[in-house]
C-alpha cells in the first residue's frame, strides 16, 4: 500500500506495510532520525512528533494513519534551531544523555502552543514525557524561559510591525472612536 504524507513541510510516501510504525518509516524510510526509539510501546514519548500540530507517539502509530496528514519532526520544529524551547533548551543546558529530548521539546513545544504561560500544574499534567536521567527540574524550568522568549518575541514583532506599519496600527488603536454613519438622517 502506498501512503503520502508531508514532513517538515515536504511531501514523502511510502509504499510497504501499512502497519508498519510511523517512526519507523520517519527514521529509516526517510532518513530523520531525530525522533527516538524508547520503549516501543507508546509509554516514554521519545518518539514524539506532531501530527496536524498534535502530539502523537509514532512508535505505536501504524504509518497508514498517516495518510493526507501534516507531520512535523524535530528537525523541522523551526528552521535555525530558534524555536522558543529550543533556545531555552540550549541557555539552560537541559540535556544529560539526550535521549529523550528530542520528544521532550517536541511535546514542550506543543504545551507552549496550548498555554502561552503555563504553570506547573499545566507542565505537569501536560509533559508525560519520561527521563531516565531525571532532567524534570531544568525541563520545567526551560519550559518557563521559553514561555518567556515566545511572549518577548511576539511583542518585538508587534513592534516592528508597528513602526513599519504606523498608519495601520494608529487606524486599528483609533477603530473605537469611528462611529456608525447616520444613514437615516433624510429619511425623516
Ligand atoms: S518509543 Fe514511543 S512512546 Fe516510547
Ligand atoms: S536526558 Fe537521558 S533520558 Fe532524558
Given at each position: ?23 519507523w ?12 526509539f ?7 514519548g ?7 500540530g498534535?502530539?502523537a507517539?509514532?512508535?505505536i502509530?501504524?504509518v ?8 512535523t519532526?524535530i ?9 522558543p524551547?529550543q ?5 539552560l ?12 521539546i517536541?511535546a514542550a513545544a506543543?504545551?507552549?502552543?496550548r498555554?502561552?504561560e ?14 531516565r536521567?531525571?532532567?524534570?527540574v ?28 504606523p ?17 437615516n438622517?433624510?429619511a425623516?
Open positions: 500500500m502506498s501512503v503520502k504524507f508531508s514532513v517538515n513541510g515536504k511531501p514523502a510516501e511510502f509504499d510497504g506495510a501499512e502497519d508498519a510504525p510511523l517512526l518509516v520517519v527514521r529509516e524510510h526517510l532518513g530523520l532520525t531525530g525522533s527516538k524508547g520503549c516501543g510501546i507508546g509509554a516514554c521519545a518518539c514524539t512528533m506532531h501530527i496536524d498534535a502530539p507517539r509514532t512508535c502509530m501504524p497508514m494513519m498517516a495518510q493526507g496528514r501534516q507531520i519532526t528537525e523541522g520544529l523551526s528552521r535555525n534551531t530558534d524555536h524551547v533556545k531555552a533548551w540550549i541557555a543546558d537541559v540535556p544529560q544523555c539526550g535521549y529523550c529530548q528530542s520528544g521532550m517536541m506543543h504545551l507552549l502552543s498555554h502561552p503555563p504553570t506547573d500544574a499545566d507542565i505537569d499534567r501536560e509533559m508525560t514525557n519520561l527521563c536521567c531525571a532532567t524534570y531544568r525541563i520545567r524550568a526551560a519550559i518557563h524561559l521559553a514561555a518567556k522568549l515566545a511572549r518577548a518575541a511576539h511583542s518585538a514583532s508587534e513592534d516592528a510591525r508597528e513602526r513599519t506599519f498608519s495601520e496600527a494608529s487606524g486599528q488603536r483609533g477603530h473605537s472612536k469611528l462611529r456608525a454613519p447616520e444613514t438622517a433624510k425623516k
